[in-house]
């Protein structure tokens, strides 16, 4: 999915979000989106999904209906359990039936990882109001990965969760790339999440455009070329760690 000439303001708020902005959100990989609070992450995704429309271009678009879109703070009925959220987020859907709503659903995706699938099994029954804000989050992205579409948005998917659960929630995005060959288009603002990734792109938001594109391999050669603060702090936290 190719986007050029991207430009755009909220109506209410002069600031510029996006200045002509290009980024190729490549098939079939995984991309991950990086910039600093308040660049426009959100923004991008929103534009991607079809919730803000522009007068950008956009070839290969994604039609609506094929991509998933994980936003942030979803606001869900406390008393809701965990088989009840599976049952709207996966009967929504239309791709499976009341009668399917079971946690073995999730047993084929974590047959190398019981501990995921124990959690699982724990969290069917407890009521969302219940679950830690941790526990929410990794039980409804997880959901979000038993369905079958072609472009996977996750906006900060570890954010809140620990350093275990948030590798748990990786290593099911990576199976959706690496298994299912979908696309995926990710915003992360730790460092950790790339290492499960045995390939990705980086796409670096700055200023109203993608000032950065590069493979796993060359990142961070181009990051040390781009010299943007925030940049480096993550590309040394990268080195630091290898
Ligand atoms: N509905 C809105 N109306 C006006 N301004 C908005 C609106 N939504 C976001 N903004 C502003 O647009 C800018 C980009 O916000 P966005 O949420 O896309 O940033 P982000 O890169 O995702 O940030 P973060 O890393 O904190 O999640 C911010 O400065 C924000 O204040």
Known sequence: ????????????????????????????????????NGEGKTTLFDVVSGLIRTDAQIHDKVPEKDLIYQIQGVPILSTLCGKDLAELILCSSG???????????????????RDSFKKVQYLWKMQYG?????????????????????????????AGVDSYAARQI????????????KTIFIATHRIDDLRHFSHFHIHVLSHGKIVLNENERNWIQAAKRVNLPFLNVFADAWINDN
């Not at 039936?97 to 995706?109: I, S, Y």
């Open 130 to 158: 219940k679950m830690s804000p941790g526990e929410r989050r990794w039980f409804t992205i997880l959901l979000y990965c038993l369905i079958d579409k072609t472009l996977y948005i996750f906006d900060e998917p570890t």
């Open 170 to 181: 990786i290593e099911q995005i990576n199976l959706l790339q690496e298994k299912e060959g």
């Open 95 to 113: 791709q499976y039936r009341f009668g399917d709503m079971n946690p073995h659903l999730f047993e084929k995706r974590m047959e190398n990882d």
């Open 1 to 36: 999915m190719l986007i050029n000439h991207l430009s755009y303001h909220y109506p209410k708020n002069h600031k510029i979000i996006f200045d002509d902005l290009s980024i190729n959100i490549m098939p079939k990989s995984i991309n991950v989106l990086l910039g600093e």
